[in-house]
Each structure stands twice: as C-alpha cells, then as structure tokens.
C-alpha cells in the first residue's frame, strides 16, 4: 500500500458542500424526490434476469457462464444500483414500498441483500469513512492482506460480493430485523421456482450474473472508483464515463453524495448545473 489509510478530523465533507450548493443553486431542489418510473426500471431488468434463466435452462455451462458476464453482470449491476434508490426511498414515496422494491431487486440477482444493504448504506452516508460504521472501508487486515499486489488485487476483486458479505459484520449496528427475514424468504423462495422452472443452469446464470456483476468486471471497478482515495484530501470520486447510461448514473458519486435525495435519472442534471 502507498499510504495506507489517511486519518481526518473534519466533518463529513459532502454535508458542507450540500449547504452550499443549495444556497448557490436553489434550483437543484426541484429534482429531489421519488422517481416512479424507476419501478418499470426494476421490472425491466428482473424480467430480463427470468427470460435469460429460463432461455439458459438446457444450456452448456460454458454458454451460462458467457452470457452471465457479458449480459447477466450488467443488468445484476443495474438491479444493485436500483437497490441504492430504493435504499434513499427514491422509487415512491413510502419507506415500506421502496424496502418492496429493493427486494424485488434481489429477485433478479439470486440473493438476498437489499435489506441489509439499506442498513450499511445508509451508516456508509451518515458516517462516511469512519472504521467502526462505514461498510466500504476495507478491513485493516484486508488491506494488509492485499497490499499492493496486482494479482491479490485482481483476486480480491474477484470475490469482493463475499467480501461484501462480511464487511458489515464488524459494525456497531445490529442488522436483523422482520424486514431482513422477510427479504431472506422471498428470495429462498423464488431461487426455489427458478431452479424448477430453469434447472440448476438458470439458477447459475442468475447467481453468477450478480458474482461477476460486483466483481472482476468493468462496472466492478466502480468499487474502487467511488471511495478509495487517488487525491489527498478528496474522499469521494465520480465517473462520467459511457458506462453510465447502462449503469444508472452511478458514477455520478459526488453529486450523489453531496445531494443523495435526488434519484439517478437527475444526477447527470445536477452536475451540468
């Protein structure tokens, strides 16, 4: 590692800059709240995993595992961004409707996250890069572990859904909740009727879509894109790239961060403002 981690004393950084970009443009208030289309969005895409299962479902492995990286992995990535609106409550306006649709999400990825992905994330924005809250930051005998390998690294990001599976565990937070058990039975449940609809080849595309989607895949490099810090004293990044568009928006971060009440179809607006 180059320097390891980089120990700040001052305020979330993203609560200044949201203050002022609100008393510069008051304008940007007009693009907050819920954005209902989004809903189609998830439907679309959860339609899309089903019909790939189903179309994969006396498929070689090979032509599974093919179609889960160069199809699966980008509409898995896209539900995984879906989940984050649905996490700000940016999909309708009632908090128990949008915890619907971040399930719903899961149903086209295969396993149940939503649920404890509101949770983490929400710590991630309240308390940005502090150890003990904030799930993004590796673990320090993670970052020790991988140093600054290219292979362990490309290794790392390889496996980075289960290293995303453990991250939370080290927080001051308690993460089960009726709504976490309700998330982890809906999925069981539809994982179920897609293996006896689809066979265990449908079940894999959708499994592996959402391995290789968090992965070691272009749109898994937003991991490192988003928080690991390139410029002293900058600890938020965005990407403005051309994968944006099939992603979301998520590479708008910072104005994300700096306004999370404004859902991704305006991101782009907000940062040509």
């Not at 409707?97 to 710590?123: D, E, K, Y």
């Not at 292979?151 to 859904?161: D, E, H, N």
């Not at 051309?242 to 991704?264: K, M, Q, R, S, T």
Request: aromatic share 14%.
């Amino acid at each position: 590692m180059r320097s390891g981690y980089s120990v700040t004393h001052s305020r979330n950084p993203h609560i200044r800059r949201a203050q002022e970009i609100l008393r510069r443009y008051p304008e940007v208030r007009q693009y907050f709240g819920p954005y209902p289309l989004t809903g189609l969005c998830i439907s679309g895409v959860v339609l899309l995993q089903m019909l790939m299962a189903f179309a994969l479902r006396d498929a070689g492995w090979l032509w599974v595992i093919g179609c889960a990286y160069l199809i699966g992995a980008f509409a898995s990535h896209g539900l995984f961004v879906l989940i984050h609106d649905a996490t700000h409550n940016l999909v309708v306006r009632s908090a128990p409707a949008n915890r619907l649709w971040g399930i719903a999400c899961n149903v086209g990825q295969g396993i149940p996250s939503a649920m404890s992905f509101r949770t983490f994330h929400l710590l991630h924005h309240s308390h940005l890069d502090e150890y003990e809250y904030d799930a993004d930051l590796a673990f320090h005998w993670e970052a020790r572990l991988v140093g600054n390998s290219p292979l362990r690294k490309a290794a790392w990001l390889m496996i980075f859904s289960l290293i995303e599976t453990i991250r939370p565990l080290r927080l001051k937070k308690q993460f089960f909740d009726k709504w976490l058990a309700i998330n982890l039975a809906v999925i069981v449940a539809t994982d179920l009727v897609v293996w006896l609809v689809c066979g265990w080849q449908g079940l894999g595309y959708v499994l592996l879509s959402t391995f290789f989607g968090v992965g070691l895949h272009p749109l898994g490099a937003r991991w490192i894109q988003e928080h690991y810090t390139v410029v002293e004293g900058q600890e938020t990044y965005s990407y403005y790239g051309w994968l944006n568009p099939i992603a979301f928006n998520i590479g708008y971060h910072n104005e994300h961060h700096d306004l999370a009440g404004v859902p991704w179809v305006h991101l782009p607006k907000i940062k040509a403002l």
